[in-house]
């Protein structure tokens, strides 16, 4: 099992570009969480899926932010306009069948994002 | 609102010395409580899972415990060493919704 699948690493763009990040949840995890994460805020959840439909995007910080899961082993979060305060890491994570919430949630390595 | 607080923010301990994190909760209405490792620049690895029911979990040198009721949980590492050295978060799930403290920055001192 190779984990869950972050790309990129690494992303440094300039203020008002697009950047998309992208996520390969484990094989057979019918959940998928988007969080950021940063020194002032900790993690943050912004939007989960279950079998592939969102449940609850009330973390997605603007419009600006939106995110799309087309399959159950593919997922995006693009952010247009990007802007400085966007600059954070990014990590997706899947979970399996989840009973009431039983099923521990396994990370990605995350996309550190710079926005100039 | 959930919230979920770790002290101390940071843990310097000797090489071989047993220690405990300590995570605390505002909402006892939860369905499990997971303690999480976070090495730099690397993304998070779920250590133990206690479900509500459950009053501790074990896994080899670590063991959590869960209370509930009065909304505290710690994460007992016996006999450290220098590679238990990274950041442990917890986290509070309720309706799958994780909610993470701030995490203790642990150091093991050789």
């Known amino acids: 099992d190779a984990g869950v699948i972050q790309s990129p690493r690494h992303e440094v763009t300039e203020m008002g570009q697009e950047v998309t990040l992208r996520c390969k949840p484990i094989?057979?995890?019918?959940?998928l969480f988007w969080y950021r994460q940063t020194m002032m805020r900790g993690l943050e959840l912004l939007i989960y899926?279950?079998?592939?439909?969102?449940?609850?995007d009330s973390g997605m910080p603007e419009d600006r932010f939106s995110a799309k899961m087309p399959n159950a082993s593919f997922s995006t979060l693009k952010i247009q306009p990007s802007e400085p305060r966007d600059s954070a890491v990014y990590f997706c994570?899947?979970?399996?069948?989840?009973?009431?919430?039983?099923?521990?949630?396994?990370f990605g390595n995350g996309t550190r994002l710079t926005v100039t | 609102k959930q919230e979920v607080t770790q002290i101390p923010a940071a843990l310097s301990v000797p090489e071989g010395e047993n220690l405990v994190l300590n995570c605390s909760f505002t909402d006892s209405a939860i369905y499990n409580l997971q303690w999480f490792r976070q090495d730099p620049g690397k993304g998070l690895t779920s250590l133990l899972l206690?479900?509500?029911?459950?009053r501790e979990q074990t896994s080899g040198r670590l063991n959590a415990s869960l209370d509930k009721s009065s909304g505290r949980s710690t994460l007992y590492i016996a006999a450290s060493q220098p590679g238990d050295s990274a950041t442990y978060l917890c986290?509070?799930?309720?309706?799958?919704?994780?909610?993470f403290g701030t995490g203790t920055r642990l150091t093991i001192i050789p």
């Open positions: 899926f279950n079998n592939n439909v969102p449940i609850d």
């Open positions: 094989s057979g995890h019918n959940s």
């Open positions: 206690i479900q509500s029911s459950q």
């Open positions: 986290a509070v799930t309720r309706n799958e919704k994780l909610t």
């Open positions: 994570a899947s979970s399996g069948v989840v009973n009431r919430g039983n099923s521990p949630l396994h």
